[in-house]
Every structure is written in structure tokens, then in C-alpha cells.
């Protein structure tokens, strides 16, 4: 029977791919893993971080589509009481 790859199967969500990334870490971080256990988990864990770079990556960038590449900061109610009292005088 074959062996299935990595890209064999489906992609996990985001939140999913990070939740796996925070229990290898933990589990490598505990000093309890056997070697061979250690490089599988940490061959894993580079997997999954490249997934989340790349998932992130394309989401950035289409929020600078829907942005038209003019990213703004978020005004804060300061901000918005100062231009308030511009607008008054």
C-alpha cells in the first residue's frame, strides 16, 4: 500500500495547524522525548510553521486588496474627539 505524503493530505485550518505547533512544542520543550521522536516533532513543527507563514502571508494579502493597498491605522477615540473639535472651529 502506498504511503501517503504530507501533501497527500488535506491542509488543516490555521487555528488547527497552531494548535498541533503548541502541543510539539510543549512536548519537545518537556526534554521527554526519545531522539527519533524529537526530529519527527521538530521536521513536523517546521512543516507547520512554514503552513501558518503561508496562510498568513495570503490573507495579508487580500486585506490589502479589499484595502486597495492603502493600509490605514484604526483611529482611536481620541483621534476621532480631536477631529470633532477641528470640524467645530
Known amino acids: 500500500m502506498p504511503r501517503k505524503s504530507a501533501s497527500d493530505q488535506p491542509s488543516p485550518s490555521f487555528e488547527d495547524a497552531m494548535a498541533e505547533l503548541e ?3 510543549a512536548k519537545m520543550e518537556s526534554g521527554e ?3 527519533e521522536a524529537s526530529v519527527a516533532a521538530y521536521q513536523r513543527g517546521s512543516e ?3 503552513y501558518c507563514a503561508a496562510q498568513l502571508e495570503r490573507v ?3 486585506v490589502k486588496v479589499l ?3 492603502m493600509l490605514k491605522p484604526f483611529a482611536t477615540d481620541d483621534e476621532d474627539d480631536e477631529d470633532d473639535e477641528d470640524d467645530e472651529e
Do not use: F
Open 60 to 62: 495579508e494579502r487580500q
Open 23 to 25: 502541543q510539539l512544542v
Open 48 to 50: 507547520l510553521v512554514k
Open 33 to 35: 522525548l526519545p531522539l
Open 67 to 69: 484595502e486597495g493597498d
